[in-house]
């Protein structure tokens, strides 16, 4: 009988301390958890790092949760390949811009060279019309001393036949 009180004993001994006088829950179960949780979030926040650190780049199916518990910066490749598309292709516009800018500015010079050279044609025509008029007018006055005035009705004429511009040229 006394093993028997003995383990009795021990067992009742266990149970009291393990267990409160209320409602067979430990003494410590209703104490504030502040200073312990300060001390649990220490070893967590190492434990978490060592998980981290142990833990190989694409464990999670989740790309997003992979870096946050990895704790680096998530990056997307689908997005990174889109903005490496879109800064290729605003290169590519610039270019292209540049170069219609160029062949406009050539044509454009091209066009004010054919301009400046038909000018310069038509100039002649009405300088060459300048100096018909003038032997017109010196042959007119040597025939005119010579004639009488029925002569000056017909050399006016021929002087508007040269004046008009606007008249078509007859071949004789």
């Not at 067992?11 to 312990?36: C, H, W, Y």
């Not at 790309?63 to 990895?70: C, E, I, Q, T, Y």
Request: aromatic residues 6%; charged residues 45%; negative net charge.
């Amino acid at each position: 009988e006394d093993g028997n009180e003995t383990a009795k004993q021990k067992i009742e001994s266990t149970t009291s301390l393990t267990l409160s006088s209320k409602n067979g829950l430990p003494e410590d179960f209703f104490d504030s958890k502040d200073v312990a949780s300060s001390d649990e979030i220490k070893p967590e926040s190492s434990h978490s790092k060592k998980m981290a650190e142990k833990l190989p780049e694409g464990f999670f199916d989740d790309p997003k949760m992979d870096a946050k518990v990895r704790e680096v910066v998530y990056k997307d490749k689908e997005e990174e390949e889109w903005e490496l598309f879109q800064k290729a292709i605003k290169e590519e516009a610039h270019v292209s811009e540049v170069i219609m800018a160029e062949e406009d500015e050539q044509v454009n010079i091209d066009r004010n060279i054919d301009e400046i050279d038909d000018q310069i044609h038509r100039w002649q025509e009405v300088e060459n019309l300048h100096v018909k008029k003038e032997t017109v007018l010196k042959n007119s006055k040597a025939d005119g001393q010579k004639k009488d005035d029925s002569g000056d009705d017909v050399d006016d004429e021929e002087l508007d036949e040269f004046l008009d511009w606007r008249a078509k040229k007859s071949l004789k």
